[in-house]
């Protein structure tokens, strides 16, 4: 293949009517044009991180990237922390407090809502909150950050507008943000979220421009709107569906149903769909079921505790959402539920599914199919 690589540059600026892309050689402090019959955008998102008294302390740590991840590893052999404080309680922040809590040190998460894991329900995210503390993980939910008081260039403590909580190293985990602004200051429409708004082809609204990754928008199956999700499967998905398209062929994208999984030492969360919260931002009447059930056969050796919960739509029964929280074997078995969505399943549908069976994966009946029929008996 005849690729040229240009690495230590920075695209700066892209015009549209002429069809260039403006390029910085970083090394060498130059500039130059580059001629494009078709371009794309693939620049990925940024770490959400406030600009806060004291914030640009050495020893605050994002792991949003893999420089971050690596500075934060040396970080951690060279000064030995014995404390940190993580802000915010989303995947990132969860993984994060496992890392450490494996590592020895003492945690503590802060959170500004009212409940670790924003992106589940309250039953389910009260699960996680008592796994972290079950683990030694002090959690302080409903709380902001202020600011950071430092000495030296080190932060020593962080303010939040009710305390202050001491620590040796500090860690991010905000989320993140599309990298679409090269896009916007081109004039290229910026969609949900921030992110470039683009068809099912991967291309936006200028017809010659193509985005892909975290820097570009998904459609929603379930919510019928469009969302950003900076996930790495949606990002291979939607570069791949790009390069059909830009090598000639013809792909399109259908779309996302919000599926995302993750872990806390022994306990495994998933989801995929819509949560109540978003349900309700749609106006869209809706039944839930809810099953504390096991992993396993109640008898069976390594069976383990499993909360599953199902949403769907009052009436017709449509499927909308589910989340899953529980020990080994739990979180992938939202899989199903996620291709349920993907055909637009309904509660009865889900009633007498053909799965498979026996004691060493699963109980007779799958949990999701008895919450399915316990949300089904509202509807």
Partial sequence: MDIEVHTRHEAIEIDTANKTVLVADLDHGT????????????????????????SDAVNIHDVNSLAGGIALKQALQREKPRSAVIVGGGYIGIEMAEALIMRG???????????VMSSLDAEPANLVGSALERHGVNVHLGQTVVGFETINGRAVRVITDQATLAADIFLLGLGVRPNSALAGKAGIPLGAGGAIAINDRQQTKVPTIWAAGDCAESFHLVGRRPVFFALGTIANKQGRVAGINLAGGEARFPGVVGT????FMDTEIARTGLSEREIKELNIPFVTGLVEAHTLPRYYPGSAPMTVKVLAEQGPGRLLGAQIVGGAGAGKRIDPLAVALHAGFTLDD??????????PFSGVWEPFVIAAR???KKS
Avoid: C, E, M, N
Wanted: no cysteine; proline share 8%.
């Fill in 350 to 359: 889900l009633l007498y599914l053909d799965l498979g069976y026996a004691p």
């Fill in 260 to 263: 995302a999984i993750t872990k």
């Fill in 31 to 54: 500039t130059r044009r580059h001629h494009f019959d078709h371009l794309l955008i693939a620049t990925g998102s940024t770490p959400i991180r406030p600009h806060l008294p004291g």
């Fill in 105 to 115: 040190l003492q945690v503590h998460l802060i959170q500004r809502g009212d409940q």
């Fill in 374 to 376: 316990l949300a089904l």
